[in-house]
């Protein structure tokens, strides 16, 4: 079974960066597309970013463009998500996923 662990989260001012980073294991990564989403308090979980299994066409929500990067690293069998600029509305859990299954989360708290 697939298991995804993410790391890096943290709090940080606002204008300051971050970058996350998703273990995978159990499954092939190199062929696997990859997302990374988030969830506040009493919110329904987001759409951050998204990208496919050969890295290539990344989406963004439109909240995070320009300022977020999503890559996969197929040797070290990792999604990162570059976090840039972060603002406080920033602020949440951040999952990652490969559309099927979850890992625990990592948050990321911006002060402003």
């Known amino acids: 079974q697939v298991q995804l662990v993410e790391s890096g989260g943290g709090s940080v001012e606002a204008g300051e960066s971050l970058t996350l980073s998703c273990g995978y294991s159990?499954?092939?990564?190199?062929?696997?597309?990859m997302g990374w989403f988030r969830q506040t308090p009493g919110k329904e979980r987001e759409f951050v970013a998204g990208?496919?299994?050969?890295?290539?066409?990344?989406a963004y929500a439109d909240s995070v463009l320009g300022r977020f990067t999503i890559f996969k690293d197929d040797a070290k069998n990792t999604l990162y998500l570059e976090m840039n600029s972060l603002k406080p509305e920033d602020t949440a859990v951040y999952y990652c996923?490969?559309?099927?299954?979850w890992g625990q989360g990592t948050q990321v708290t911006v002060s402003s």
């Open positions: 996923s490969d559309y099927e299954f």
């Open positions: 990208v496919a299994w050969n890295g290539r066409m990344p």
């Open positions: 159990g499954g092939t990564f190199s062929t696997t597309s």
